[in-house]
């Protein structure tokens, strides 16, 4: 994957950045001041009541939105239901059993409904409710851009081979996030949202058993959880933050350098290469963590999203007009 990403060469990347610049243009913080003022209050009283329901509900809608603009961009592509006409990503890998939290979206977009019927797509939902999610368990705030559209397609080999494994290496999650217009250092950032949530134990199997860029000790504790026969408690949770999985803080970085990241995609970014001092700066200082992941995920929702007559407001989140 790694190998065809980087055998695009240079063009494409820097046309995906045009695109996504030019689109990206029409969307603003104000969006919504005249159509739809109370969509803001709107989202927060249903994504605080999930959280409270389930602190990990917050990682599950971060990681939504993330899925989302990783395949045709933040578009809302990945809420569409399949139907026998119609295949979407949520059947797709990375997905299958492991995104989750489209019930609290659901409950979300009955509420903004309510509220201006017709006005507020599903994408700008999603971004607005990352955004919730991130400050409801402790981390920064920042001003979502919105003007998004749905799409009226999905991407089942895009959900296949966009988002990053669980078992990537460093090239290759540098790859995939230059394909998004994303640097290196907003990968690093970015990856920072697994200071929150849980893994399944298929995700993080071979590391724990494996491989040897890892704390002892906490590799066995991991084990204890996760059989090492495949197919056995594969759906097993553990924590991808030890101390704390529902405070977003800087731990995450803190667990790297003590070698107790859970993916192999975690620990690859601090394993002696080209992030090791992007992660001991986190380390050192949250407040820049917190600094470089709102410009991440700024940046991660002005892919190619769609704008003015492109696309439609679904009625619906989990199918087409």
């Keep these: 994957m790694a190998a065809r990403c980087s055998g695009g060469g240079i063009a494409p990347v820097l046309l995906l950045l045009a695109l996504a610049g030019t689109s990206s243009a029409q969307l603003s913080t104000g969006f919504y001041s005249s159509s739809c003022p109370g969509v803001s209050s709107a989202v927060k009283s249903v994504v605080q009541s999930a959280i409270d329901k389930e602190k990990r509900m917050g990682a599950s ?164 959880g996760c059989p090492s026969t495949s197919g056995t408690g594969d759906n097993n949770l553990a924590p991808l933050d030890l101390q704390t999985p529902t405070v977003f803080e800087n731990n995450y970085y803190r667990n790297l350098v003590s070698k107790k990241g859970l993916l192999h995609s975690d620990q690859e970014l601090f394993n002696g290469g080209a992030t090791d001092a992007q992660v001991q700066s986190y380390v050192s200082s949250q407040s820049a963590f917190f600094a470089d992941f709102v410009t991440g995920m700024i940046k991660m929702g002005d892919i190619t999203p769609l704008t003015g007559s492109n696309g439609e407001i679904r009625k619906n989140c989990r199918r087409m007009n």
């Design 61 to 224: 809608i971060v990681r939504l939105f993330f899925h989302d603009c990783f395949v045709q961009g933040c578009d809302a592509s990945l809420l569409l239901d399949d139907t026998p006409s119609f295949q979407g990503e949520k059947m797709a890998t990375p997905n299958n059993g492991s995104v989750r939290g489209f019930e609290v979206i659901d409950a979300i977009k009955s509420a903004v409904e309510k509220v201006c019927p017709g006005v507020v797509s599903c994408a700008d939902i999603l971004a607005i409710a990352a955004r919730d999610s991130v400050v409801i368990l402790g981390g920064p705030n920042w001003n979502v851009k919105v003007g998004r559209r749905d799409s009226t397609t999905a991407s089942f080999s895009g959900a296949n081979n966009n988002i990053p494994p669980p078992t990537s290496g460093l090239a290759n999650l540098t790859s995939l996030f230059a394909a998004q217009g994303l640097s290196q250092k907003d990968m690093v950032a970015l990856s920072g949202a697994h200071t929150i949530g849980l893994a399944r134990c298929t995700n993080f199997r071979a590391h724990v058993y494996n491989e040897t860029n890892i704390d002892g000790a906490f590799a066995r504790t991991r084990q204890s």
